[in-house]
């Protein structure tokens, strides 16, 4: 009798991408491995296919126990914090967890010989402006980065920097913004603010466009990418951008909820430069003491400037193309915009 397949290690397997990444690898037959500070709700959380491992991922021995008896590993967890200027204490958090976090997965994945690792990155590790870019732009590390933003980009040069080491292959997938029922993060957010009534006025010029990705793509680029990363591939060391080829406008984007909900869109804009002001002085405050700002110096940068890259690299070396455009993927969010607008 042949030994039973090693499960596929998901880090970061109760998150929005994690948990419907497991669901889609154990639907195809895949025994999976869940490493994350929490249980998975829902069916994960007792499916016989799936084994839990609650741990943290500042933990060298805690990653190092998750990692054991794994071949193939996606290391979909981070800390996103979007400051530019941060208190010492959140900026050595972030750095730990998603620096560091990321070299204790490195280092157990070469101790246990782990041959296939895919990382998710962003499409933050490239600064804004970005009209058109594509892998070979250059990475956000400067003094004005924001800490999510610096800190992905410099793990995922750890991650491409690894591969081929002791048989380990790795690759770095950046997705632009996620959405898709159970979206936790950006409806939520614009939900309610939509309901409040702040949604005035609209924000720089009404025409500068970012990328985004439905979740069911998302997961797909994912396993199109481990199933493809061996030897003899020309994946090995890359990065991709990973986005549903639309880039649109933030409140373009969002119009089908907008309407839906009965609302109407802004008919003035904001100036960009003022936006982008206003965020910084926003956080300054808050460093001095003051609220969480109402929006950071990078969500201003990407709301008012272009911030949308070309996926071609990813259609050709993944064979991986997106299936559910915006207008598919925002009908398929309906029903959870309703239930967030009701709960607003």
């Given at each position: 009798m042949s030994p039973a397949p090693s499960p596929i290690l998901i880090i970061g397997g109760a998150g929005y991408l994690g948990r419907n990444l497991a669901l889609a690898l154990v639907e195809r037959g895949d025994r999976v491995r869940i490493f994350d500070r929490h249980v998975p709700r829902g069916a994960l959380a007792s499916h016989p296919s799936v084994e839990c491992v609650v741990g943290d991922l500042r933990s060298a021995a805690d990653v190092d126990r998750a990692v054991a008896g794994c071949q193939t590993v996606f290391h979909a967890a981070s800390m996103i914090c979007a400051l530019t200027i941060a208190p010492r204490a959140l900026r050595e958090q972030v750095e730990a967890i998603n620096v560091q976090g990321t070299r204790n997965v490195l280092d157990a994945c070469l101790a246990h010989g782990v041959t296939r690792?895919?990382?998710?990155?962003?499409?933050?590790?490239?600064?804004?402006?970005?009209?058109?870019?594509?892998?070979?732009?250059?990475?956000?590390?400067?003094?004005?980065?924001?800490?999510?933003s610096r800190t992905k980009a410099t793990a995922e040069r750890m991650v491409l920097a690894t591969d081929g080491a002791r048989g380990l292959r790795t690759c770095a997938l950046r997705p632009g913004g996620i959405y898709g029922p159970g979206e936790e993060h950006h409806f939520p957010r614009f939900i309610k603010e939509l309901k409040a009534g702040k949604m005035i006025v609209g924000l720089g010029d009404g025409k500068t466009r970012a990328d985004n990705i439905y979740i069911d793509d998302l997961v797909s680029s994912h396993i199109h990418a481990a199933d493809r990363l061996g030897e003899g591939t020309r994946i090995g060391g890359q990065a991709y951008f990973i986005?549903?080829?639309?880039?649109?406008?933030?409140?373009?984007?969002?119009?089908?909820?907008?309407?839906?909900?009965?609302?109407?869109?802004?008919?003035?804009?904001?100036?960009?430069?003022?936006?982008?002001?206003?965020?910084?002085?926003?956080?300054?405050v808050h460093l001095a003491g003051g609220p969480w700002p109402f929006t950071t110096v990078m969500?201003?940068?990407?709301l008012v400037q272009e911030n949308w890259v070309h996926i071609d690299r990813a259609r050709r070396d993944l064979e991986w193309r997106p299936l559910v455009n915006h207008a598919e993927g925002m009908a398929r969010s309906m029903d959870y915009i309703r239930s967030l607008y009701d709960k607003a």
């Open positions: 690792l895919v990382y998710t990155s962003s499409i933050n590790v490239v600064p804004v402006p970005t009209d058109g870019g594509d892998e070979t732009t250059r990475y956000h590390l400067g003094r004005l980065a924001d800490l999510y986005t549903d080829g639309e880039p649109r406008h933030y409140f373009e984007f969002f119009r089908p909820a907008v309407e839906a909900m009965g609302h109407k869109m802004p008919r003035f804009n904001l100036p960009g430069s003022v936006l982008i002001g206003l965020a910084w002085a926003s956080e300054v969500e201003a940068q990407k």
